[in-house]
């Protein structure tokens, strides 16, 4: 078990340009989610995979965001035309469908700082 | 919709005491889950324990337990023998309603300083 990978765990860019950050869920674990945080507060729901299908997407999710996971393994978020107030902590959890609690195991998150 | 509130947004306590974090929730929906993560300063949520709705029992796990009060929707988390290590945020969190709903909601989390 090596726990869920999330690359680059930090990034600076300027506002306008675009960003892909890539999560390794646990390899046995079907379903995959991206959630956003920021100073301060608890994470929000951004959307969830089971396998390679996108099953939920929160409203915080606008048009510039978009998530795949093209063979149900890893995943990628990517932010187009970044504004400073999507600078937060992204982070990826993954699970198990068939655990009684279905508990997330998170990454150690990718900081995006929009200058 | 589901609701978490941490009311404390900090806490001092001393190493060896048991500190008791306090999480209260709100849904209309009778199967729901409720979980505590730790997030060190270094970014990555780490699970704690597990709540079931229908758990008659109050959940454990080594240090931490679950102090689940149905009737007044609290689910306060206890660490007994509090150590230097525990320092970090807390957050209390709900995943509500049938299978199938995978969202889980955090509340805005405690910050633990334990003090030597």
């Known amino acids: 078990d090596t726990g869920v990978s999330q690359d680059p765990r930090h990034k600076i860019t300027k506002r306008g340009q675009n960003v892909t950050f890539r999560c390794d869920p646990i390899?046995?674990?079907?379903?995959l989610y991206w959630y956003r945080q920021t100073l301060g507060q608890g994470p929000e729901f951004l959307t969830y995979f089971q396998n390679e299908a996108q099953l939920e997407k929160s409203r915080l999710l606008s048009d510039r965001f978009s998530a795949e996971r093209p063979k149900g393994s890893f995943s990628t978020l990517e932010i187009q035309r970044t504004e400073q107030g999507d600078s937060a902590m992204y982070l990826c959890a993954s699970s198990l469908e068939t655990s009684r609690e279905r508990k997330l195991f998170f990454g150690s998150g990718t900081q995006l700082s929009v200058l | 919709a589901q609701k978490i509130t941490q009311t404390q947004p900090g806490m001092f306590v001393q190493e060896k005491e048991a500190v008791t974090l306090d999480c209260t929730y709100d849904?209309?929906?009778?199967?729901?889950?409720l979980f505590w993560y730790k997030q060190p300063s270094s970014g990555e949520m780490i699970f704690l324990i597990y709540?079931?709705?229908?758990?008659?029992q109050n959940a454990t796990e080594g240090r931490y337990s679950l102090n689940f009060q149905k009737a007044r929707k609290s689910a306060n988390l206890v660490i007994s023998a509090s150590q230097l290590g525990d320092s970090a945020m807390y957050f209390c969190?709900?995943?509500?309603?049938?299978?199938?709903?995978?969202?889980?909601?955090f509340g805005t989390g405690t910050r633990l300083t334990i003090i030597p």
């Open positions: 709540q079931g709705s229908y758990d008659e």
């Open positions: 390899s046995e674990h079907n379903r």
């Open positions: 969190a709900m995943r509500a309603g049938v299978f199938g709903n995978e969202k889980l909601t």
């Open positions: 849904t209309s929906d009778q199967s729901y889950g």
